[in-house]
């Protein structure tokens, strides 16, 4: 009731619509986040209480109206959304308690509030496309630099990229149907538009589909099965333009996903002749055989990960891999 008759949204709305200052932008962050924080607390106490539900309604809409904030506020340059990031990451850690028929383990009484899942729905697709342009690099970001860990604004932004990833599984754990969904069409958007999209994009792209296959639940029997993220693996893969990409952080990328996915080959030999050796091809012209010496670093770590998950489909082509590599076996 404070916060309506106060039109204290309103009042916030207005205040971000002026713009201004970068620093002035970071204070107005900060001040959005503490909000939505106390907000969350009061909605977390007053629906497990003996409260009026009417109460906890009111919280749960005072959330929601402050969401959009949150996320203009979130979508604003890497300086201006780690400010949020504390509130969004407390938010999905109990999102899925919020929702009807979840049933958190601490909880000694039924809430006297839960909320449908389709009323947080457009909250997780709205905080996914975001995700996905936040946890792409900066370009100030120096990648060959071996002295870059030691860096503070780096090692600040690495930091800020390990809390979207742990949102992002948040979310397939609220919604997993959303979050495949989520996977497919990134996937399948940047495979068509792949000429229009920077490295840094691409890289993110890769980086959220590694992490789906690290929530994803028993990998193995989803890639027996063919499900969403084994589709997607054998788009990426089929598309020549991306596996031949010369970039060193879009091949670092695609060897965590040769590796992550791999076994789907396995599972399925009938689809090692075509993707299988694609990926071989790539891992030695694309990785060990690269100009960057971390790239060929990497590659070969990850050429020997491969081989094990598909040894018998590749045991015929050992006499090709030895050719291929036999140059570079030679003592100098």
């Known amino acids: 009731l404070m916060l309506s008759e106060l039109q204290v949204f309103t009042r916030l709305e207005a205040c971000v619509q002026q713009g201004g200052a970068q620093q002035l932008l970071v204070k107005e962050a900060e001040m959005i986040n503490s909000i939505g924080e106390v907000l969350l607390e009061a909605y977390v106490d007053l629906r497990v209480t003996d409260a009026d539900a009417k109460l906890a309604q009111v919280a749960w809409d005072s959330i929601n109206k402050l969401m959009p904030l949150v996320l203009w506020f979130f979508a604003q340059e890497y300086q201006i959304g780690v400010c949020v990031e504390p509130f969004l990451t407390e938010f999905f850690v109990k999102v899925k308690s ?103 994009e691409v890289d993110a792209v890769l980086f959220l589909f590694k992490e789906a296959g690290e929530i994803a639940k028993q990998l193995d029997q989803h890639l027996q099965a063919k499900g969403p993220l084994a589709g997607a693996f054998l788009q990426l893969t089929d598309c020549e333009a991306l596996v031949n990409a010369d970039h060193g952080v879009v091949q670092l990328a695609l060897m965590e996903i040769y590796v992550r996915y791999g076994k789907l080959l396995a599972l399925h030999p009938e689809l090692f002749p075509r993707y299988g050796q694609r990926v071989l091809q790539a891992l030695v012209s694309r990785g060990i055989r690269s100009s960057n010496p971390h790239v060929v670093s990497r590659a070969c770590f990850m050429f020997g990960r491969f081989l094990k998950l598909v040894k018998a489909q590749a045991a015929t082509l050992l006499t090709q891999i030895h050719e291929a590599l036999q140059d570079l076996l030679v003592v100098q």
């Open 98 to 200: 919020f929702v009807k028929g979840s049933h958190a383990k601490d909880m000694e009484m039924a809430p006297c509030h839960a909320v449908c899942l389709d009323e947080v729905r457009p909250i997780l697709m709205q905080t996914l496309q975001l995700i996905i342009q936040r946890i792409a690099y900066p370009t100030w970001f120096r990648h060959l630099d071996p002295d870059y860990e030691d860096d503070e604004q780096h090692v600040a932004f690495m930091e800020f990229r390990k809390s979207l990833a742990k949102i992002y599984k948040r979310i397939f754990l609220v919604d997993e149907q959303l979050g495949f969904q989520f996977v497919q069409a990134s996937c399948s958007q940047l495979t068509q538009n792949l000429q229009a999209v920077q490295p840094m």
